[in-house]
Nanobody, 119 residues
Framework: QVQLVESEGGLVQTGGSLRLSCAASGLTFRNYAMDWFRQPPGKEREFVAAISGGGRNTYYSDSVKGRFTISRDNAKNTVFLQMNSLKPEDTAVYYC????????????WGQGTQVTVSS
């Protein structure tokens, strides 16, 4: 049984930083690309960042490029999202996801964690 468990999000002020993590179990972690998606209030879920299985290749949405960094530790079956220079528009429920082929439709999803950026 595959499980993706995000760390607790939180409330942060504009300009602040927050690091999310997602621990995976029940799958061969290095064989999966990992993503972060988010769903702002009242909007559809959107892509944030992705990282290939080996960690060599990363991808970002234009809205977070230069502010967010995705990384992974395959020894600990964990993917991270370092979020810097946070803005109120980054407020959303953040989800991690896993897929066999990077940037394809994810196969597995976490339960989501709330990140709120106050102005």
């Amino acid at each position: 049984q595959v499980q993706l468990v995000e760390s607790e999000g939180g409330l942060v002020q504009t300009g602040g930083s927050l690091r999310l993590s997602c621990a995976a179990s029940g799958l061969t972690f290095r064989n999966y690309a990992m993503d972060w998606f988010r769903q702002p209030p009242g909007k559809e879920r959107e892509f944030v960042a992705a990282i290939s299985g080996g960690g060599r290749n990363t991808y970002y949405s234009d809205s977070v490029k230069g502010r967010f960094t995705i990384s992974r530790d395959n020894a600990k079956n964990t993917v991270f999202l370092q979020m810097n220079s946070l803005k109120p528009e980054d407020t959303a429920v953040y989800y991690c996801a896993a897929e066999v082929v990077v940037r394809k439709t994810p196969t597995y999803w976490g339960q989501g964690t709330q990140v709120t950026v106050s102005s």
